[in-house]
């Protein structure tokens, strides 16, 4: 089974995929955290990215697609692909149809996780302190808010007209989320 995570930041999209990780023994396609691995690792694309990534900007699709096209060709990940943070944009969320149909696999769920404003930002404020994320501060959490209002609400309308897209209350409690996820999937 493959799915996807959909949401503004810090709608829970990370939490829900840890819980999918044990519970179909998948793999977290979290695009957020292979970059935050490349700057960590000072790596050539770490350097491209780490301005971006700290203005809350979109790092730029071919080093993302690059990253994402390798995993889904990935044979040990095949048909265990938890897709958290992307596909992004219309452009990404084309490119992922393309892959999936060309390595002959599908998407199985797409699972929105709406969230306001002010729970996005009372949450990431406190990741802030809890994870030490550089790009936590507030002037970035608003940007990168913005960036997701613009570029990611077409991914939301071309998702949501699949029959196998699920709209859920973000606000719930975390084990609330969880266990209407886990109704939809049925496993
Ligand atoms: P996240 O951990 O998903 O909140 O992502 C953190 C940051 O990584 C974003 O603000 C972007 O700068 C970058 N990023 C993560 N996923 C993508 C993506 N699919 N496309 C472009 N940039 C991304």
């Not at 292979?34 to 080093?63: A, C, P, T, Y």
């Not at 994402?68 to 149809?97: H, T, W």
């Not at 930002?121 to 608003?142: A, G, V």
Request: hydrophobic share 35%; glycine share 6%.
């Amino acid at each position: 089974m493959n799915l996807i995570l959909f949401g503004p930041p810090g709608a829970g999209k990370g939490t829900q995929a840890k819980h999918l990780v044990n519970k179909l023994n998948g793999f977290q396609v979290s695009t957020g955290d292979m970059l935050r691995d490349e700057i960590k690792k000072d790596s050539e694309i770490g350097q491209k990215i780490i301005k971006d990534m700290n203005d809350g900007k979109f790092v730029n699709d071919e080093i993302v697609n690059k990253l994402i096209k390798n995993v889904v060709f990935d044979p040990q990940k095949r048909d265990k692909l938890i897709f958290d943070g992307y596909p992004r944009s219309l452009s990404q969320a084309q490119n992922l149809e393309s892959l999936m149909d060309s390595s002959k696999q599908k998407i199985d769920f797409v699972f929105f996780l709406n969230v306001n404003k002010d729970t996005i930002i009372k949450r990431i404020e406190k990741r802030k302190i809890l994870e030490k994320r550089s790009d936590d501060d507030l002037n970035t959490i608003l940007k990168r808010y913005e960036t997701y209002m613009v570029t990611t609400k077409p991914v939301l309308d071309f998702y949501a007209q699949n029959p196998n897209f699920y709209q859920i209350d973000g606000t719930l409690k975390i084990e609330e989320i969880t266990a209407k996820i886990d109704a939809f999937i049925n496993v």
